[in-house]
């Protein structure tokens, strides 16, 4: 397969956005049954348009009545060994111990919450686990910024996804400073949800994260960062049995 440009990426992006458009609508609504308010941060209150209206927001209720249940403890991951010696035994107390460390040092049990409300509010949630600057990173990822091909859905885990992110310019010369001059010149945007106001909307600019996994083990798959062009590409050892 010859080399994806980054015209490429984003015009595939574009394409899925657009053919997408009900899943946008979807969340919309959805954002204002929880929230009572758009998802461009304009506040809508119920009672605009009747009086009659119940005026008790039974589906934030739900949500958050769940989600405290489901979040108040912090579960840990446990390693079993099955007719091991206390040598094994030993080891994978040490391994619990090592992961229930981790969990703690990425907060793992502040971040995580932010997810399981989008998925009760969106009917999707989802948590990024990545390393950076050889530390484990977890942040949740708003519902809204993840695209994905829903054709290669019907056949199982999508080939190609797409995560949306709105950086600063400064930030992102930042990151990547051999490129300070193309960022310098990128188009500002808009923030797309959540941000009233303009006043922190000057030097904003879409930063684009694609992976398309390579279908086969033997073949590695891309990974790459793009705002306008590209800003880093990489191969990735993940592919479609991970």
Not at 17 to 42: C, K, P, V
């Amino acid at each position: 397969m010859e080399r994806e440009t980054a015209a490429d990426i984003q015009q595939r992006l574009n394409g899925l956005i657009l053919d997408q458009s009900g899943r946008w609508a979807m969340l919309e609504r959805h954002f204002f049954m929880y929230g009572h308010s758009t998802l461009q941060g304009n506040y809508v209150s119920p009672f605009e348009f009747t009086r009659e209206r119940v005026r008790i927001n039974l589906v934030q209720s739900c949500a958050d009545t769940l989600l405290n249940k489901v979040t108040k403890n912090s579960p840990r991951v446990t390693f079993l060994t099955d007719g091991g010696d206390w040598t094994k035994q030993q080891e994978a107390k040490k391994r619990e111990k090592f992961v229930y460390g981790q969990f703690h040092k990425s907060d793992v049990y502040k971040k995580t919450p932010s997810a399981a409300l989008a998925a009760l509010a969106f009917g999707d949630g989802f948590v990024k686990v990545y390393h950076q600057d050889k530390e484990l990173r977890v942040d949740p990822v708003l519902t809204m910024s993840v695209v994905v091909d829903e054709k290669e859905c019907l056949y199982g885990p999508p080939l190609t996804w797409f995560e949306l992110r709105i950086m600063d310019k400064d930030t992102l010369m930042e990151l990547y400073p051999k490129k300070a001059e193309k960022i310098k010149k990128l188009q500002t945007i808009q923030m797309p949800f959540y941000v009233s106001g303009t006043s922190l909307q000057k030097n904003l600019v879409q930063v684009v994260e694609y992976w398309r996994l390579s279908p086969t083990k033997d073949k590695p798959g891309v990974h790459a960062i793009l705002a306008g062009d590209e800003l880093d590409r990489k191969s990735t050892r993940l592919n479609s049995s991970h």
